[in-house]
């Protein structure tokens, strides 16, 4: 009897209108995440000012909020795994919504920063959007649909930059807070249309749902199944196409690393996915990818938070002034918003040197010109330079980034392990400014 997997149906149907509406709902996910992340740019600064707090003070509050999310991380890739995509969706979107908009009604400076923390727990689960994404998408076509989704993170940090520019000026920063937890808000009423991972369902032994699902896709994309039955083999199934271009920029990673089990039983739990990750044959992959991860963070999360300090200090030294209010008022979301557009460039120019290059080419060669683009900035430059540089590291940060999450799961590592490393460079970052502040 004729036999199909999820890959192979997927694969036959193709790329259609089921998978562009799940595109655009965990789009609108990673639209919000993205929007929570940039607020921490423009939030410090006024509430420093209005509570009268110091430097360290300032930088705990965005701080604590990467590590809430590296807790959600660990916390909600468990609920996933455990008890499927869409009820880890639901709950973290839900609790990033609801102290979201709690945070604003903040009394004082300790309650924010706790209900700030509770926020980053949920902006945890943010990255299930991804996955779960990915899941619907053929296998041929996930590379490129990686970095199509990406281009929502983009659209966030402009959307961010914007509503800060007019909200601020015309209200405050707690109309801020509410403004971006609206997008969360959004996600909740179409919760009810959202389809359940077929791969989970397959991987829970779910057979009947799973090939409902794949109907369900069939009939959206009017196109056809496979002939035979749905049948999910636990042993991996190295994809020889995606494998073939990338065979000479890909970790060294042995073909017996790659018969893992497609994902770790959710009853073995994340110790016993820890101890798989550092095992003998994995050990090596796994820690150069969380040094990537690391590195990738710290540059692109330093960039982003790093503007507005930038860009007052180098109005500061031009003034001779410690704070120029008026002119941070409307030069910090100009220089914002510039360098959040540069995001987009960032993405065109990884897309197509990942296709040149490889990936592990692509990441090196942005990582080098994002630290000459850094290089100058050591010494004080004008606002056009300032700006000018700050456009150019972020750009090729953001296409670093982008090719990293293409990378690591062609190397066959369990993609929500590693995701919990993805928050060690900004929280690194941020201890390293409390102190210097």
């Not at 369900?216 to 999910?232: D, E, H, K, S, V």
């Not at 296409?399 to 460079?425: D, H, K, M, Q, W």
Request: proline content about 3%; glycine content about 8%; overall charge neutral.
């Amino acid at each position: 009897m004729e036999t199909y997997t999820t890959d192979s149906a997927l694969s036959a149907m193709g790329f259609g209108k089921f998978q562009a509406l799940v595109l655009v709902y965990a789009g609108m996910g990673w639209v919000a995440e993205s929007m929570e992340l940039m607020l921490l740019s423009f939030v410090g600064p006024l509430v420093r000012e209005e509570w009268k707090i110091s430097a360290q003070d300032e930088s705990l509050l965005s701080s604590i909020v990467f590590f809430g999310m590296l807790i959600g991380a660990c916390g909600w890739g468990f609920v996933s795994d455990k008890y499927g995509r869409r009820t880890g969706l639901l709950f973290s979107t839900l609790f990033t919504t609801g102290m979201g908009f709690i945070s604003a009604l903040s009394p004082n400076y300790l309650c924010l920063m706790a209900l700030r923390f509770l926020v980053g727990i949920g902006l945890g689960g943010s990255h299930v959007f991804s996955s779960w994404f990915l899941e619907f998408v053929p296998a041929q076509n996930r590379g490129t649909w990686m970095i199509v989704f990406s281009f929502f993170w983009t659209l966030g940090t402009v959307l961010e930059a914007s509503l800060a520019w007019v909200v601020i000026s015309a209200l405050s920063w707690r109309w801020l807070l509410v403004f971006t937890a609206i997008p969360c808000c959004i996600l909740l009423p179409f919760f009810g249309t959202t389809p359940e991972s077929p791969r989970y369902l397959c991987a829970q032994n779910r057979m009947s749902d799973a090939t409902l699902v794949l109907e369900r896709i069939a009939m959206t994309n009017q196109a056809a199944l496979p002939p035979g039955i749905l049948t999910y083999n636990r042993e991996r199934e190295v994809d020889q196409s995606a494998l073939a271009c990338e065979v000479d920029h890909l970790l060294p990673v042995r073909e017996k690393e790659c018969t893992d089990d497609n994902a770790i039983s959710s009853k073995s739990g994340s110790v016993a996915a820890l101890r798989s990750l550092l095992s003998k044959n994995l050990r090596r992959s796994t820690l150069l990818l969380w040094f990537a991860f690391y590195a990738n963070s710290f540059a692109y999360y330093g960039l982003v938070l790093l503007i507005a300090q930038l860009s007052n200090a180098n109005r500061s030294c031009a003034s001779g002034l410690r704070y120029v209010k008026t002119e941070q008022d409307t030069s910090l979301y100009k220089d914002t918003f510039i360098t959040s557009l540069a995001e987009i460039p960032g993405l065109i120019v990884s897309a197509v040197l990942v296709e040149w290059l490889g990936r592990k080419a692509t990441m090196w060669c942005l990582l080098f010109t994002c630290c000459g683009f850094l290089g100058p900035l050591v010494l004080p430059q004008s606002e056009l330079w300032t700006t000018g540089l700050l456009f150019g590291a972020r750009a090729c940060a953001m296409g670093s980034f982008t090719v990293l999450c293409l990378y690591a799961p062609e190397v066959r590592i369990n993609f929500l392990c590693i995701v919990v490393n993805l928050f060690f460079g900004p929280l690194g970052f941020h201890s390293m400014l409390s102190l210097i502040c």
